[in-house]
């Protein structure tokens, strides 16, 4: 199972930008490739909701709700996948979380929090 870490979250204002990362561990580098990754996010009281997808094969999507604000990458080499958000909203601030998922596994990392505020 994968062990994700996220990190780049922060506080900032609204209109800022963010660059979130999530780094997989060393014992999955040599089948990285395969898996399909993922950012989730969750707000206080509120469902954990999918923000952005990219497949093993680089294939990128992103929520309505982001649209043009948000880039998910990866990048295979250094086994990282990247969340470029840009022009910030405070309806952004939530705890985001990296997904790894290849077949029947689905791992999670620990979560790196957000929040836009003024």
């Known amino acids: 199972q994968l062990h994700l870490v996220e990190s780049g979250g922060g506080s900032v204002q609204p209109g800022g930008s963010l660059r979130l990362s999530c780094v997989a561990p060393?014992?999955?580098?040599?089948?990285?490739?395969?898996?399909?990754m993922a950012w989730y996010r969750q707000a206080p009281g509120k469902q954990r909701e999918l923000v952005a997808v990219?497949?093993?094969?680089?294939?990128?999507n992103v929520a309505d709700s982001v649209k043009g604000r948000f880039t998910i990458s990866r990048n295979n080499s250094r086994k990282t996948v990247t969340l470029q958000m840009n022009s910030l909203k405070s309806e952004d601030t939530a705890v985001y979380y990296c997904?790894?998922?290849?077949?029947?596994?689905?791992?999670w990392g620990q979560g790196t929090p957000v929040t836009v505020s003024s």
């Open positions: 060393r014992s999955i580098f040599s089948v990285f490739t395969i898996y399909e």
């Open positions: 990219i497949t093993s094969s680089g294939s990128a």
């Open positions: 997904n790894a998922q290849s077949g029947s596994d689905n791992s």
